[in-house]
């Protein structure tokens, strides 16, 4: 499978607890895209990397939130002492800078954060 | 906040009917693409089109632009029972070269068989 990999699918956390999400891109793609999505919404966006450089981040990512690319391939989103405002389902996204003219996002499943 | 709103947010149609969604956005974009979202799944692209393009086809997608109003379609046509998802539009916003996407905030298809 040749696609955007997210781990875990699920996350269940009582409040105050660490949790760290994984996304492994595309394996050509430079860019990654981490967005949040609550119930009824469209995804947010949240932060951007092109290789491993943070470009962009949304007010949306709040202290508690922090994401790595440290070697321009897989992104890890972590966040700190969650609340229960935090439950969401968290998706990242990656694109390729060959394909810059579209900018054409491929998403993962998603990471469905559950706080309790 | 998101960028895009769709019309309608929800829409119930018989089996073989088409079914027709807009998009409005706000800010000047460089394209515009539609997504499907099954339940509780990631996001799949259906269509990209450029904001100097007004219309496009992918098999029983028709995808229209109209940057003077800001606006898009999407229509199905002869709709399936597979169809029945959520499908957001989502505009680039090119304001540091980041190339992100704001979405709307989706029209739930359901078609009935």
């Known amino acids: 499978d040749t696609g955007v990999s997210q781990n875990p699918r699920h996350k269940i956390t009582k409040r105050g607890q660490n949790v760290t999400f994984r996304c492994d891109p595309i394996?050509?793609?430079?860019?990654l895209y981490w967005y949040r999505q609550t119930l009824g919404q469209g995804p947010e966006f949240l932060t951007y990397f092109q290789n491993e450089a943070q470009l962009e981040k949304s007010r949306l990512l709040s202290d508690r939130f922090s994401a790595e690319r440290p070697k321009g391939s897989f992104s890890t989103l972590e966040i700190q002492r969650t609340e229960q405002g935090d439950s969401a389902m968290y998706l990242c996204?990656?694109?390729?800078?060959?394909?810059?003219?579209?900018?054409?996002?491929?998403f993962g499943p998603g990471t469905r954060l559950t706080v309790l | 906040s998101q960028q895009g709103e769709e019309d309608p947010q929800a829409l119930s149609i018989q089996e073989g009917e088409n079914a027709t969604m807009n998009c409005s956005y706000k800010?000047?974009?460089?394209?515009l693409q539609w997504y499907r979202q099954n339940s509780g799944r990631g996001l799949v692209h259906l269509i990209l089109?450029?904001?100097?393009?007004r219309e496009k086809h992918s098999g029983r997608l028709r995808v229209t632009l109209d940057t003077s109003k800001k606006s898009s379609s999407l229509l199905i046509t002869a709709s399936r029972a597979a169809d029945t998802a959520s499908y957001f539009c989502a505009t680039d916003w090119d304001t540091s070269g980041t190339y992100k996407y704001i979405f709307g905030t989706g029209t739930r298809l359901k078609v009935l068989a």
């Open positions: 800010t000047s974009i460089n394209n």
């Open positions: 394996s050509e793609h430079n860019r």
């Open positions: 089109i450029r904001s100097n393009e």
């Open positions: 996204a990656s694109s390729s800078k060959t394909r810059q003219a579209n900018n054409e996002q491929f």
